[in-house]
Protein backbone atom coordinates (compact mmCIF):
# COMPACT_ATOMS: atom_id res chain seq x y z
CA UNK A 1 0.00 0.00 0.00
CA UNK A 2 1.51 3.46 -0.69
CA UNK A 3 1.91 6.27 1.84
CA UNK A 4 1.02 9.66 1.95
CA UNK A 5 3.12 12.39 3.93
CA UNK A 6 1.76 15.81 4.16
CA UNK A 7 4.43 18.09 5.40
CA UNK A 8 7.23 20.89 4.73
CA UNK A 9 9.73 21.04 1.12
CA UNK A 10 12.77 23.31 2.53
CA UNK A 11 16.09 24.45 1.08
CA UNK A 12 18.47 24.49 4.32
CA UNK A 13 21.11 26.00 5.11
CA UNK A 14 23.47 23.82 7.18
CA UNK A 15 26.89 23.97 8.89
CA UNK A 16 27.77 21.40 10.68
CA UNK A 17 31.87 20.45 12.27
CA UNK A 18 32.06 18.38 9.14
CA UNK A 19 31.04 21.47 6.19
CA UNK A 20 28.34 23.54 4.88
CA UNK A 21 25.74 23.42 2.70
CA UNK A 22 23.99 26.10 1.16
CA UNK A 23 20.35 26.10 0.17
CA UNK A 24 20.06 22.70 -0.38
CA UNK A 25 16.74 20.26 -0.65
CA UNK A 26 15.42 19.58 2.82
CA UNK A 27 12.33 19.36 4.59
CA UNK A 28 10.50 16.83 6.66
CA UNK A 29 8.22 15.40 3.46
CA UNK A 30 11.23 15.36 1.33
CA UNK A 31 13.29 13.13 4.18
CA UNK A 32 10.10 11.50 5.03
CA UNK A 33 9.24 10.89 1.18
CA UNK A 34 13.16 9.57 0.69
CA UNK A 35 13.01 7.40 3.10
CA UNK A 36 9.74 5.83 2.80
CA UNK A 37 10.26 5.23 -1.13
CA UNK A 38 12.51 2.56 -0.58
CA UNK A 39 9.59 0.88 0.80
CA UNK A 40 6.34 1.75 -1.36
CA UNK A 41 4.80 4.13 -3.22
CA UNK A 42 5.06 7.85 -1.69
CA UNK A 43 2.22 10.56 -2.44
CA UNK A 44 3.10 14.05 -1.26
CA UNK A 45 1.56 16.80 -0.27
CA UNK A 46 3.82 20.51 0.13
CA UNK A 47 3.94 23.73 -1.09
CA UNK A 48 7.30 25.36 -2.54
CA UNK A 49 7.92 28.59 -3.91
CA UNK A 50 9.08 29.96 -7.07
CA UNK A 51 12.37 29.91 -6.43
CA UNK A 52 12.70 26.00 -6.23
CA UNK A 53 14.68 23.95 -8.51
CA UNK A 54 12.85 21.88 -10.93
CA UNK A 55 16.02 19.67 -10.70
CA UNK A 56 14.66 18.31 -6.85
CA UNK A 57 10.83 17.98 -8.27
CA UNK A 58 12.62 15.70 -10.71
CA UNK A 59 14.45 13.84 -7.78
CA UNK A 60 11.36 12.95 -5.94
CA UNK A 61 9.96 11.36 -9.18
CA UNK A 62 13.03 9.41 -9.76
CA UNK A 63 12.40 7.92 -6.49
CA UNK A 64 8.96 7.20 -7.51
CA UNK A 65 7.47 9.89 -5.53
CA UNK A 66 3.85 11.15 -6.28
CA UNK A 67 4.41 14.99 -6.56
CA UNK A 68 0.71 15.88 -7.46
CA UNK A 69 0.14 17.24 -4.70
CA UNK A 70 3.06 19.31 -4.12
CA UNK A 71 2.07 22.93 -5.33
CA UNK A 72 4.23 26.45 -6.56
CA UNK A 73 2.77 29.29 -4.98
CA UNK A 74 3.88 32.57 -5.84
CA UNK A 75 6.86 33.59 -3.27
CA UNK A 76 10.09 31.98 -1.89
CA UNK A 77 10.04 28.08 -0.35
CA UNK A 78 10.58 27.78 3.23
CA UNK A 79 14.17 28.35 4.52
CA UNK A 80 15.71 27.01 7.48
CA UNK A 81 19.24 27.94 8.55
CA UNK A 82 20.93 25.56 11.42
CA UNK A 83 23.71 24.58 12.77
CA UNK A 84 25.33 21.69 15.27
CA UNK A 85 28.08 21.89 16.85
CA UNK A 86 29.99 19.11 19.40
CA UNK A 87 28.20 16.04 19.54
CA UNK A 88 25.89 16.93 17.35
CA UNK A 89 22.94 16.34 19.02
CA UNK A 90 21.01 19.33 18.87
CA UNK A 91 20.38 21.50 16.16
CA UNK A 92 21.10 25.42 16.72
CA UNK A 93 18.56 27.34 14.38
CA UNK A 94 20.13 30.33 13.27
CA UNK A 95 17.09 31.73 11.12
CA UNK A 96 13.83 30.80 9.56
CA UNK A 97 11.69 31.93 6.84
CA UNK A 98 8.99 30.17 6.63
CA UNK A 99 7.76 31.92 3.17
CA UNK A 100 4.91 29.86 1.08
CA UNK A 101 4.79 27.42 3.96
CA UNK A 102 3.38 29.78 6.58
CA UNK A 103 0.01 30.02 5.00
CA UNK A 104 -0.28 26.44 3.52
CA UNK A 105 -3.06 24.95 3.82
CA UNK A 106 -2.63 21.29 2.68
CA UNK A 107 -5.08 20.03 0.41
CA UNK A 108 -5.16 16.35 -0.15
CA UNK A 109 -5.97 15.69 -3.99
CA UNK A 110 -8.67 13.77 -4.96
CA UNK A 111 -6.33 11.01 -6.30
CA UNK A 112 -4.62 10.84 -2.89
CA UNK A 113 -7.93 10.67 -0.64
CA UNK A 114 -8.26 6.98 -0.22
CA UNK A 115 -4.65 6.94 1.31
CA UNK A 116 -4.27 4.13 4.05
CA UNK A 117 -1.54 5.35 5.47
CA UNK A 118 -0.60 8.62 6.20
CA UNK A 119 1.75 10.60 8.04
CA UNK A 120 1.41 14.70 9.12
CA UNK A 121 4.80 15.79 10.19
CA UNK A 122 5.48 18.85 12.02
CA UNK A 123 3.36 21.76 11.34
CA UNK A 124 0.44 23.65 13.20
CA UNK A 125 -1.90 21.21 14.77
CA UNK A 126 -4.54 22.94 13.45
CA UNK A 127 -2.89 22.31 9.90
CA UNK A 128 -2.02 18.86 11.12
CA UNK A 129 -5.94 18.09 12.49
CA UNK A 130 -7.70 19.67 8.50
CA UNK A 131 -5.36 17.31 6.38
CA UNK A 132 -7.07 14.43 8.76
CA UNK A 133 -9.98 15.23 8.70
CA UNK A 134 -9.62 15.07 4.35
CA UNK A 135 -8.83 10.89 4.67
CA UNK A 136 -11.43 9.78 7.03
CA UNK A 137 -10.89 6.48 5.66
CA UNK A 138 -6.96 6.39 6.40
CA UNK A 139 -6.21 2.96 8.63
CA UNK A 140 -2.79 4.48 10.03
CA UNK A 141 -2.40 8.43 10.88
CA UNK A 142 0.92 9.00 12.72
CA UNK A 143 1.84 12.42 13.17
CA UNK A 144 4.91 14.33 14.54
CA UNK A 145 5.37 17.74 16.47
CA UNK A 146 8.11 19.83 17.66
CA UNK A 147 8.70 22.29 21.18
CA UNK A 148 7.18 25.15 19.48
CA UNK A 149 3.22 23.30 19.29
CA UNK A 150 3.75 21.71 22.80
CA UNK A 151 4.58 25.29 24.07
CA UNK A 152 1.81 27.38 22.34
CA UNK A 153 -0.57 25.35 21.16
CA UNK A 154 -1.07 22.34 24.08
CA UNK A 155 -4.97 22.57 23.46
CA UNK A 156 -5.00 21.78 19.84
CA UNK A 157 -1.90 19.08 19.57
CA UNK A 158 -3.84 17.32 22.72
CA UNK A 159 -6.86 17.37 20.90
CA UNK A 160 -4.74 15.78 17.68
CA UNK A 161 -3.11 13.18 19.47
CA UNK A 162 -6.89 12.35 20.66
CA UNK A 163 -7.51 11.67 16.86
CA UNK A 164 -4.31 10.15 15.55
CA UNK A 165 -3.32 6.47 15.55
CA UNK A 166 0.38 7.11 16.11
CA UNK A 167 2.78 9.37 17.64
CA UNK A 168 6.46 10.32 16.82
CA UNK A 169 8.37 12.75 19.59
CA UNK A 170 11.89 12.93 20.42
CA UNK A 171 12.47 12.66 23.94
CA UNK A 172 12.67 16.52 24.82
CA UNK A 173 9.00 16.31 23.67
CA UNK A 174 7.55 13.56 25.02
CA UNK A 175 8.98 14.73 27.99
CA UNK A 176 7.66 18.59 27.84
CA UNK A 177 4.19 16.95 26.29
CA UNK A 178 3.60 14.59 29.56
CA UNK A 179 5.79 16.51 32.46
CA UNK A 180 7.11 13.35 32.92
CA UNK A 181 10.55 12.89 32.92
CA UNK A 182 10.93 9.05 32.74
CA UNK A 183 10.49 8.33 29.59
CA UNK A 184 8.48 4.94 29.38
CA UNK A 185 6.37 6.72 31.90
CA UNK A 186 5.76 9.92 29.96
CA UNK A 187 5.59 7.55 26.53
CA UNK A 188 2.22 5.29 28.58
CA UNK A 189 1.07 8.91 29.34
CA UNK A 190 0.58 9.61 25.72
CA UNK A 191 -0.72 6.15 25.05
CA UNK A 192 -3.35 7.69 27.26
CA UNK A 193 -4.63 10.77 25.22
CA UNK A 194 -5.61 8.17 22.64
CA UNK A 195 -3.05 6.30 19.63
CA UNK A 196 -2.22 2.73 19.83
CA UNK A 197 1.46 3.66 19.73
CA UNK A 198 4.06 6.13 20.30
CA UNK A 199 7.44 6.31 19.20
CA UNK A 200 10.18 7.89 21.19
CA UNK A 201 13.41 8.74 19.30
CA UNK A 202 16.26 9.57 21.26
CA UNK A 203 18.62 10.62 18.42
CA UNK A 204 22.14 8.67 18.87
CA UNK A 205 20.31 6.63 22.17
CA UNK A 206 18.08 5.26 19.71
CA UNK A 207 14.39 4.99 20.19
CA UNK A 208 11.74 3.12 22.07
CA UNK A 209 8.01 1.91 20.64
CA UNK A 210 5.33 1.73 23.19
CA UNK A 211 1.75 0.27 22.95
CA UNK A 212 -0.67 -0.67 25.15
CA UNK A 213 0.69 -4.26 25.50
CA UNK A 214 4.28 -4.00 24.35
CA UNK A 215 7.66 -2.16 24.56
CA UNK A 216 10.47 -2.33 22.28
CA UNK A 217 13.80 -0.11 22.95
CA UNK A 218 16.43 0.08 20.39
CA UNK A 219 19.59 1.58 20.00
CA UNK A 220 20.55 3.60 16.84
CA UNK A 221 22.54 1.57 14.44
CA UNK A 222 26.30 3.08 15.18
CA UNK A 223 27.50 4.55 12.16
CA UNK A 224 30.98 6.36 12.35
CA UNK A 225 30.03 8.67 9.70
CA UNK A 226 27.85 11.25 11.32
CA UNK A 227 28.25 14.58 9.48
CA UNK A 228 25.06 16.19 9.14
CA UNK A 229 21.62 15.16 11.48
CA UNK A 230 18.91 17.53 9.32
CA UNK A 231 16.47 14.87 8.37
CA UNK A 232 17.27 11.74 10.55
CA UNK A 233 13.63 12.08 12.53
CA UNK A 234 11.51 12.14 9.35
CA UNK A 235 13.65 9.91 7.84
CA UNK A 236 12.76 7.27 10.76
CA UNK A 237 9.27 8.29 10.76
CA UNK A 238 9.37 7.67 6.87
CA UNK A 239 11.35 4.21 6.84
CA UNK A 240 9.24 2.90 9.56
CA UNK A 241 5.68 4.05 7.90
CA UNK A 242 7.24 2.97 4.40
CA UNK A 243 7.76 -0.84 6.24
CA UNK A 244 4.15 -0.28 7.61
CA UNK A 245 2.30 0.34 4.59
CA UNK A 246 4.34 -2.19 2.84
CA UNK A 247 2.97 -4.97 5.63
CA UNK A 248 -0.12 -3.93 5.00
CA UNK A 249 -0.84 -4.42 8.58
CA UNK A 250 -0.19 -2.96 12.78
CA UNK A 251 0.80 -5.60 14.23
CA UNK A 252 3.28 -5.12 17.67
CA UNK A 253 5.70 -7.44 14.95
CA UNK A 254 5.35 -5.34 12.08
CA UNK A 255 5.63 -2.21 14.58
CA UNK A 256 8.72 -3.78 15.78
CA UNK A 257 10.33 -4.10 12.66
CA UNK A 258 9.05 -0.49 11.68
CA UNK A 259 11.09 0.50 14.54
CA UNK A 260 13.92 -1.18 12.97
CA UNK A 261 13.57 0.09 9.84
CA UNK A 262 13.25 3.60 11.19
CA UNK A 263 16.60 2.88 13.06
CA UNK A 264 18.52 2.12 9.73
CA UNK A 265 17.17 4.74 7.37
CA UNK A 266 18.28 7.59 9.78
CA UNK A 267 21.38 6.39 9.91
CA UNK A 268 21.69 6.98 6.15
CA UNK A 269 20.64 10.25 6.37
CA UNK A 270 23.22 11.51 9.27
CA UNK A 271 25.73 9.99 6.81
CA UNK A 272 25.93 13.46 4.37
CA UNK A 273 24.46 16.59 4.15
CA UNK A 274 20.78 17.29 2.52
CA UNK A 275 19.35 13.87 0.83
CA UNK A 276 22.41 12.50 -0.66
CA UNK A 277 23.18 9.88 1.22
CA UNK A 278 19.42 8.74 1.30
CA UNK A 279 19.28 9.24 -2.65
CA UNK A 280 22.34 7.26 -2.76
CA UNK A 281 20.73 4.02 -0.83
CA UNK A 282 19.53 1.24 -1.69
CA UNK A 283 17.19 -1.77 -0.31
CA UNK A 284 20.26 -4.02 0.02
CA UNK A 285 22.30 -2.04 2.20
CA UNK A 286 19.38 -1.29 3.85
CA UNK A 287 18.89 -5.29 4.74
CA UNK A 288 22.61 -5.29 5.64
CA UNK A 289 22.15 -2.35 8.33
CA UNK A 290 19.00 -4.55 9.80
CA UNK A 291 20.94 -7.57 9.75
CA UNK A 292 24.00 -5.82 11.82
CA UNK A 293 21.04 -4.49 13.72
CA UNK A 294 20.12 -7.42 14.66
CA UNK A 295 24.15 -8.92 15.75
CA UNK A 296 24.18 -5.65 17.52
CA UNK A 297 21.71 -6.24 20.12
CA UNK A 298 21.30 -10.34 20.21
CA UNK A 299 21.18 -11.43 23.34
CA UNK B 1 35.81 -17.47 40.58
CA UNK B 2 35.92 -14.63 42.52
CA UNK B 3 36.30 -11.04 42.28
CA UNK B 4 38.10 -8.67 43.73
CA UNK B 5 37.81 -4.76 43.93
CA UNK B 6 39.14 -1.99 45.31
CA UNK B 7 37.41 1.84 45.69
CA UNK B 8 35.58 3.58 47.61
CA UNK B 9 33.07 2.69 50.99
CA UNK B 10 31.49 5.73 51.65
CA UNK B 11 28.64 7.40 53.56
CA UNK B 12 26.58 9.62 51.26
CA UNK B 13 23.79 12.12 51.72
CA UNK B 14 21.46 12.12 48.64
CA UNK B 15 18.37 14.41 47.64
CA UNK B 16 16.25 13.84 44.33
CA UNK B 17 13.42 14.47 43.36
CA UNK B 18 11.86 11.39 45.22
CA UNK B 19 13.09 11.75 48.56
CA UNK B 20 16.57 12.45 50.21
CA UNK B 21 19.11 10.02 52.62
CA UNK B 22 21.38 11.07 54.97
CA UNK B 23 24.61 8.99 55.43
CA UNK B 24 24.11 6.15 53.89
CA UNK B 25 25.71 3.63 52.77
CA UNK B 26 27.50 4.24 49.72
CA UNK B 27 30.58 3.92 47.55
CA UNK B 28 31.76 2.59 44.76
CA UNK B 29 33.12 -0.85 46.37
CA UNK B 30 29.94 -0.85 48.29
CA UNK B 31 27.78 -0.66 45.28
CA UNK B 32 29.88 -3.22 42.94
CA UNK B 33 30.34 -5.39 45.55
CA UNK B 34 26.82 -5.87 46.02
CA UNK B 35 25.92 -6.54 42.74
CA UNK B 36 28.51 -8.97 41.45
CA UNK B 37 28.25 -10.74 45.25
CA UNK B 38 24.98 -12.20 43.30
CA UNK B 39 26.93 -13.80 41.20
CA UNK B 40 30.28 -14.93 42.71
CA UNK B 41 32.32 -14.87 46.15
CA UNK B 42 33.90 -10.58 46.48
CA UNK B 43 37.13 -9.33 47.81
CA UNK B 44 36.77 -5.95 48.97
CA UNK B 45 39.51 -3.51 49.53
CA UNK B 46 39.06 -0.14 50.76
CA UNK B 47 39.04 2.16 53.75
CA UNK B 48 36.26 3.64 55.96
CA UNK B 49 36.86 5.99 59.45
CA UNK B 50 36.08 5.41 63.34
CA UNK B 51 32.54 6.91 62.21
CA UNK B 52 31.53 4.17 60.11
CA UNK B 53 28.77 1.98 61.36
CA UNK B 54 29.22 -1.98 61.97
CA UNK B 55 25.86 -2.61 60.98
CA UNK B 56 27.44 -1.67 57.35
CA UNK B 57 30.12 -4.05 57.85
CA UNK B 58 28.02 -7.05 58.52
CA UNK B 59 25.63 -6.13 55.94
CA UNK B 60 28.57 -6.88 54.10
CA UNK B 61 29.15 -10.23 55.18
CA UNK B 62 25.79 -11.24 55.33
CA UNK B 63 26.26 -11.14 51.28
CA UNK B 64 29.39 -13.14 51.24
CA UNK B 65 31.48 -10.02 50.70
CA UNK B 66 34.99 -10.58 52.48
CA UNK B 67 35.98 -7.76 54.15
CA UNK B 68 39.29 -8.94 55.73
CA UNK B 69 40.91 -5.73 52.74
CA UNK B 70 38.33 -3.06 54.93
CA UNK B 71 40.68 -1.53 57.05
CA UNK B 72 39.22 1.27 59.88
CA UNK B 73 41.30 3.89 60.15
CA UNK B 74 41.21 6.63 62.58
CA UNK B 75 39.29 9.98 61.04
CA UNK B 76 36.24 10.26 59.38
CA UNK B 77 34.52 7.86 56.81
CA UNK B 78 34.53 9.04 52.89
CA UNK B 79 31.16 11.65 52.44
CA UNK B 80 29.72 12.72 49.80
CA UNK B 81 26.57 15.04 49.39
CA UNK B 82 24.68 14.82 45.77
CA UNK B 83 21.91 16.05 44.61
CA UNK B 84 19.78 14.98 41.26
CA UNK B 85 16.98 16.97 39.48
CA UNK B 86 14.70 16.44 36.53
CA UNK B 87 15.76 13.22 34.34
CA UNK B 88 18.35 12.74 36.88
CA UNK B 89 20.70 12.22 34.41
CA UNK B 90 23.66 14.30 35.83
CA UNK B 91 24.62 14.24 39.44
CA UNK B 92 25.49 17.57 41.30
CA UNK B 93 27.98 17.53 44.16
CA UNK B 94 27.59 19.20 46.87
CA UNK B 95 29.58 18.53 49.06
CA UNK B 96 32.65 16.02 49.34
CA UNK B 97 34.57 15.04 52.20
CA UNK B 98 37.30 12.55 51.22
CA UNK B 99 38.96 12.17 54.81
CA UNK B 100 40.38 8.69 55.15
CA UNK B 101 39.55 7.55 51.83
CA UNK B 102 42.28 10.67 51.07
CA UNK B 103 45.31 9.47 51.48
CA UNK B 104 44.34 5.72 51.06
CA UNK B 105 46.97 3.67 49.64
CA UNK B 106 45.21 0.39 49.09
CA UNK B 107 46.74 -2.78 50.00
CA UNK B 108 45.76 -6.32 48.96
CA UNK B 109 45.97 -8.70 51.76
CA UNK B 110 48.13 -11.94 50.82
CA UNK B 111 44.50 -14.24 50.57
CA UNK B 112 43.72 -12.17 47.83
CA UNK B 113 46.58 -11.84 45.90
CA UNK B 114 45.75 -14.92 43.73
CA UNK B 115 42.61 -12.83 42.59
CA UNK B 116 41.89 -13.54 38.95
CA UNK B 117 39.17 -11.10 38.58
CA UNK B 118 40.09 -7.43 39.61
CA UNK B 119 37.76 -4.22 39.43
CA UNK B 120 39.67 -0.80 39.59
CA UNK B 121 37.07 1.22 41.11
CA UNK B 122 37.46 5.11 40.25
CA UNK B 123 40.04 6.58 41.84
CA UNK B 124 43.83 8.14 41.33
CA UNK B 125 45.06 6.62 38.26
CA UNK B 126 48.62 6.25 40.72
CA UNK B 127 46.45 4.14 43.06
CA UNK B 128 44.53 2.21 40.65
CA UNK B 129 47.84 1.49 39.25
CA UNK B 130 49.73 0.37 42.35
CA UNK B 131 46.78 -1.55 43.37
CA UNK B 132 47.64 -3.24 39.89
CA UNK B 133 51.16 -4.29 40.20
CA UNK B 134 49.71 -5.91 43.85
CA UNK B 135 47.75 -8.25 41.56
CA UNK B 136 50.75 -9.79 38.58
CA UNK B 137 48.71 -12.70 37.91
CA UNK B 138 45.17 -11.57 37.74
CA UNK B 139 43.43 -12.70 34.45
CA UNK B 140 41.26 -9.82 33.85
CA UNK B 141 42.10 -6.36 35.04
CA UNK B 142 39.37 -3.26 34.65
CA UNK B 143 39.48 0.16 35.68
CA UNK B 144 36.92 2.87 35.78
CA UNK B 145 37.81 6.48 36.33
CA UNK B 146 35.83 10.15 35.84
CA UNK B 147 36.16 13.63 34.61
CA UNK B 148 38.35 14.89 37.48
CA UNK B 149 41.16 12.05 36.64
CA UNK B 150 40.75 12.92 32.33
CA UNK B 151 41.65 16.77 33.10
CA UNK B 152 44.18 16.56 35.74
CA UNK B 153 45.89 13.42 35.63
CA UNK B 154 45.75 12.42 32.16
CA UNK B 155 49.01 10.98 31.68
CA UNK B 156 48.92 8.44 34.52
CA UNK B 157 45.68 7.34 33.05
CA UNK B 158 46.50 6.72 29.64
CA UNK B 159 49.41 4.70 31.40
CA UNK B 160 47.26 2.90 33.32
CA UNK B 161 44.65 2.63 30.22
CA UNK B 162 48.09 0.64 28.69
CA UNK B 163 48.44 -1.68 31.53
CA UNK B 164 44.24 -2.48 32.32
CA UNK B 165 42.56 -5.67 29.91
CA UNK B 166 39.32 -3.58 29.77
CA UNK B 167 38.06 0.14 30.90
CA UNK B 168 34.78 1.38 31.92
CA UNK B 169 33.39 4.55 31.34
CA UNK B 170 30.55 6.78 30.91
CA UNK B 171 29.61 8.64 27.28
CA UNK B 172 30.87 11.79 28.59
CA UNK B 173 34.45 10.57 29.91
CA UNK B 174 34.64 8.46 26.93
CA UNK B 175 34.56 11.80 24.62
CA UNK B 176 36.63 13.54 27.27
CA UNK B 177 39.45 11.17 27.19
CA UNK B 178 39.85 10.99 23.17
CA UNK B 179 38.63 14.17 21.76
CA UNK B 180 36.24 12.19 19.83
CA UNK B 181 32.35 13.51 19.86
CA UNK B 182 31.33 9.44 17.85
CA UNK B 183 31.06 7.41 20.61
CA UNK B 184 31.86 4.31 18.59
CA UNK B 185 35.20 6.27 17.42
CA UNK B 186 35.72 7.13 20.95
CA UNK B 187 35.58 3.61 22.19
CA UNK B 188 37.89 2.55 19.39
CA UNK B 189 40.30 5.58 20.08
CA UNK B 190 40.54 3.87 23.60
CA UNK B 191 41.01 0.39 22.48
CA UNK B 192 44.28 1.49 20.45
CA UNK B 193 45.73 2.35 24.23
CA UNK B 194 45.63 -1.43 24.93
CA UNK B 195 42.69 -2.42 26.88
CA UNK B 196 40.90 -5.25 25.09
CA UNK B 197 37.62 -4.23 26.04
CA UNK B 198 35.94 -0.84 26.94
CA UNK B 199 32.12 -0.37 28.44
CA UNK B 200 30.21 3.17 27.57
CA UNK B 201 28.12 3.73 30.09
CA UNK B 202 25.04 6.25 28.76
CA UNK B 203 22.66 6.06 32.20
CA UNK B 204 19.10 5.76 31.06
CA UNK B 205 20.69 5.45 27.27
CA UNK B 206 21.92 2.37 27.83
CA UNK B 207 25.60 0.99 27.19
CA UNK B 208 28.12 -0.26 24.44
CA UNK B 209 30.43 -2.66 24.31
CA UNK B 210 33.43 -2.39 22.21
CA UNK B 211 36.52 -5.00 21.24
CA UNK B 212 38.52 -5.01 18.38
CA UNK B 213 36.28 -7.00 16.82
CA UNK B 214 32.86 -6.63 17.84
CA UNK B 215 30.21 -3.90 19.04
CA UNK B 216 26.97 -4.94 21.18
CA UNK B 217 24.99 -1.68 22.06
CA UNK B 218 21.90 -1.90 24.94
CA UNK B 219 19.71 0.22 26.12
CA UNK B 220 19.03 0.64 29.88
CA UNK B 221 16.44 -1.62 31.11
CA UNK B 222 13.09 -0.01 31.20
CA UNK B 223 12.60 0.77 34.62
CA UNK B 224 9.59 3.37 35.54
CA UNK B 225 11.00 3.11 38.78
CA UNK B 226 13.87 5.44 39.09
CA UNK B 227 14.37 7.42 42.73
CA UNK B 228 18.20 7.37 43.09
CA UNK B 229 20.63 7.06 40.26
CA UNK B 230 23.84 7.08 42.66
CA UNK B 231 25.76 4.26 42.02
CA UNK B 232 24.27 2.54 38.87
CA UNK B 233 27.55 2.65 37.28
CA UNK B 234 29.55 0.77 39.76
CA UNK B 235 26.28 -1.81 40.17
CA UNK B 236 26.68 -1.99 36.62
CA UNK B 237 30.40 -2.88 36.65
CA UNK B 238 29.34 -5.59 39.65
CA UNK B 239 27.22 -7.61 37.39
CA UNK B 240 29.46 -7.06 34.08
CA UNK B 241 32.62 -8.46 36.31
CA UNK B 242 30.69 -11.35 38.88
CA UNK B 243 29.54 -12.86 35.48
CA UNK B 244 32.76 -12.62 33.85
CA UNK B 245 34.22 -14.27 37.01
CA UNK B 246 31.29 -16.84 37.39
CA UNK B 247 32.07 -18.17 33.92
CA UNK B 248 35.87 -17.76 34.53
CA UNK B 249 36.68 -17.07 30.82
CA UNK B 250 35.85 -13.53 28.92
CA UNK B 251 34.71 -13.94 25.09
CA UNK B 252 32.64 -11.78 22.65
CA UNK B 253 30.06 -13.97 23.72
CA UNK B 254 30.69 -13.98 27.91
CA UNK B 255 31.32 -9.71 27.49
CA UNK B 256 27.92 -9.47 25.60
CA UNK B 257 25.94 -11.42 28.38
CA UNK B 258 28.08 -9.62 31.02
CA UNK B 259 26.58 -6.22 29.28
CA UNK B 260 23.13 -7.30 30.17
CA UNK B 261 23.64 -8.46 33.65
CA UNK B 262 25.21 -4.85 33.81
CA UNK B 263 22.16 -3.64 32.65
CA UNK B 264 19.68 -5.25 34.89
CA UNK B 265 21.79 -4.72 38.17
CA UNK B 266 21.94 -1.00 37.29
CA UNK B 267 17.98 -1.29 36.71
CA UNK B 268 17.81 -2.42 40.46
CA UNK B 269 19.98 -0.13 41.88
CA UNK B 270 18.49 3.26 40.91
CA UNK B 271 14.87 1.97 42.15
CA UNK B 272 16.10 3.05 45.70
CA UNK B 273 18.25 5.45 47.65
CA UNK B 274 21.80 3.49 48.76
CA UNK B 275 22.17 -0.26 48.42
CA UNK B 276 18.72 -1.05 49.87
CA UNK B 277 17.08 -2.43 46.61
CA UNK B 278 20.51 -4.22 45.28
CA UNK B 279 20.58 -5.76 48.90
CA UNK B 280 16.61 -6.95 48.58
CA UNK B 281 17.56 -8.40 44.86
CA UNK B 282 17.83 -12.29 44.35
CA UNK B 283 18.74 -14.11 41.08
CA UNK B 284 15.71 -14.94 39.72
CA UNK B 285 14.38 -11.71 39.62
CA UNK B 286 17.59 -11.14 37.93
CA UNK B 287 17.15 -13.18 35.62
CA UNK B 288 13.82 -12.34 34.82
CA UNK B 289 14.73 -8.81 33.82
CA UNK B 290 17.40 -10.22 31.30
CA UNK B 291 14.75 -12.52 29.99
CA UNK B 292 12.62 -9.12 29.49
CA UNK B 293 15.79 -6.91 28.07
CA UNK B 294 16.43 -10.07 25.57
CA UNK B 295 12.45 -9.72 24.48
CA UNK B 296 12.14 -6.09 24.51
CA UNK B 297 15.54 -5.55 22.22
CA UNK B 298 14.94 -8.79 19.96
CA UNK B 299 14.05 -8.19 16.41
Not at 66 to 72: I, K, N
Not at 139 to 164: H, P, Q, S
Not at 169 to 181: I, W
Amino acid sequence: MSVLVVGSVALDTVETPFGRAEAVLGGSASYFGFAASLFTDVQLVGVVGEDFPDEHIQAFRQRGIDVTGLVRQPGRTFRWTGRYQGPMSVAETLHVELNVFGDFEPVVPPQYQDAEFVFLANAAPQVQMHVCQQVPDARLVVADTMNFWIENEREALLELVGEVDGVVVNDHEARQLTGEDNLILAAREILRLGPIFVVVKKGEHGSMLATKTSLCVLPAYPTTEVRDPTGAGDSFAGGMMGHLARCGEVTNATLREALAYGTVMASLTVEDFSLRRLAASRNEEVEDRLAELRRLTQL
